[in-house]
């Protein structure tokens, strides 16, 4: 059974950088598939982030490209989130997920929340 | 980016009603439409994807339609379980876009 994990610091300072892994279990993320990223911020929207894929090509929400970069480690089987220049509006909880054949999230992480304050 | 248009935002029915949210597509999506169900404090899950498939282990109450660019997600018979939010989410192309979410409770 696939198992996600997200990890990272509960707590940033706005113009600093967000960064949080994900820990896959039960699937090499190199098998196949995409490997996302998604926040659910306060209120209840939720955003797509962006993707890495099996074979490391990546896929940003143009909303985030300027600030966004999605890499891994496949030795460890982890994903990882770096989003730079943080303000208040990134305070959310951040999810990472699988998205299968029917390019949906089929899979999710238990998710981390993550404030943006001085 | 296609625009996902969800109603209600919110719901309150009474065990055993039937309850149908629904999503309206900017575009053309096809059939690359999927909900998921988020139960307070837990992630969202998969329930159903290509519009009507049923995901693994979700019960047959559930069920999705499409007429056009709009679609539906019924619950035939709201059990308590079923309370949380429900999104919608296009899966025809990226930036992968998301429904508002219709939070649903019991009445």
């Known amino acids: 059974e696939i198992q996600l994990q997200e990890s990272g610091p509960g707590l940033v300072k706005p113009s600093q950088s967000l960064s949080l892994t994900c820990s896959v279990t039960g699937y090499t993320i190199t098998s196949g598939y995409d490997w996302s990223w998604i926040r659910k911020f306060p209120g209840n929207k939720m955003e797509w982030m962006g993707y890495?894929?099996?074979?490391?090509?990546?896929n940003y929400n143009p909303s985030l490209k300027s600030r966004i970069s999605i890499t891994r480690d496949t030795s460890k089987n982890q994903f990882f989130l770096q989003l730079n220049s943080v303000t208040t509006e990134d305070t959310a909880t951040y999810y990472c997920a699988r998205r299968d054949g029917y390019y949906v999230l089929d899979a999710w992480g238990q998710g981390a929340s993550v404030t943006v304050s001085s | 980016d296609i625009q996902m248009t969800q109603s209600p935002a919110s719901l309150s029915a009474s065990l055993e009603e039937i309850v149908t949210i629904t999503c309206q597509a900017s575009?053309?999506?096809?059939?690359?439409l999927a909900w998921y169900q988020q139960k307070p404090g837990k992630s969202p899950q998969l329930l159903i994807y290509g519009t009507t498939s049923l995901a693994d282990g979700v019960p047959s109450r559930f069920s999705g339609s499409r007429s056009g660019t709009q679609y539906s997600l019924k619950i035939s018979r709201l059990q308590v379980e079923d309370i949380g939010i429900y999104y919608c989410?296009?899966?025809?192309?990226?930036?992968?876009?998301f429904g508002s979410g219709t939070k649903l409770e019991i009445k």
């Open positions: 890495i894929s099996y074979s490391g090509s990546t």
């Open positions: 575009q053309n999506i096809g059939n690359w």
């Open positions: 989410q296009q899966a025809s192309s990226t930036p992968l876009t």
